[in-house]
């Protein structure tokens, strides 16, 4: 049987619109807890102030919220991209990435150097913060800084609305234009790959399926067995950073084969 990693460069070569669409593994590699895990921040807080609809209705809820996302967000702010991120950034330099979709709020992607057009969060980023009434945005660090000046649940500068991370949080609803888009991407790639993802969040873990029936050949790459490894045309069980690593390696070498040594 083929090398898993030759096989898969090989595919990254002869695919013309590669889809990549990425997890909490990537986020968890550059050292941002997982808080979903036992022991997460979520054991912590009572979820219920985290609907949307309590959001809405009560400033304690607001309150208990902003808690809650400042201790979320100091280690989004210390995080740097991994060997993962920037191989993905290196795809987008190499003319191999037509869009990299990601359930994660970090940002990191954007950090590690792909350009905004191709980058889709789907479950928005945390470093902005938005009003809920009239949707003008501003600098997460900059509202951060409210905070530490004893802010409790920070309010619109121009219209009073309040102000929420622009993160989706339980019961709001995914942005819709993002949303679209992603679908129609993954539906007309050749090539998706799905790394660090557990697959089990919806809509988004429909996505590689979506890509599957519109012909592309799927990859996974995740440290643990996903629901979807039965449909893939490759399975990849490690770690995300090293195993695209050495991914961009192979890619380039078969882009550009070393030549054969004067002794040979
Ligand atoms: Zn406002």
Known sequence: MKDPIEEVAGWIITSQRIVVFTGAGLSTESGIPDFRSP???????????????????????????????????????????????????????????????TQNVDGLHLKAGNSPRKV??????????????????????????RIRDGVKAPACDHCGGPLKPATISFGQSMPEKDTERAYSLSSQCHFFMAIGSSLVVYPAASMPQVAKRGGAKLVIINREPTPLDDIADRVIHGLAGPTMDSLLKEVKEQLNPSPPSPSS
């Open 120 to 145: 889709i969060e789907i479950h928005g980023t945390a470093l902005h913060v938005s009003c809920l009434h009239c949707q003008k945005r501003y600098d997460r660090e900059m509202v951060q800084k």
């Open 39 to 101: 022991g997460g921040i979520w054991d912590r807080y009572n979820p219920e102030d985290f609907y949307f609809q309590n959001f809405l209705a009560s400033e304690a809820s607001r309150e208990k919220y902003w808690q809650m996302a400042t201790e979320m967000y100091e280690p989004i702010k210390k995080a740097q991209p991994n060997l993962a991120h920037v191989a993905i950034a290196e795809l987008e330099r190499l003319g191999k990435l037509e869009s990299v979709i």
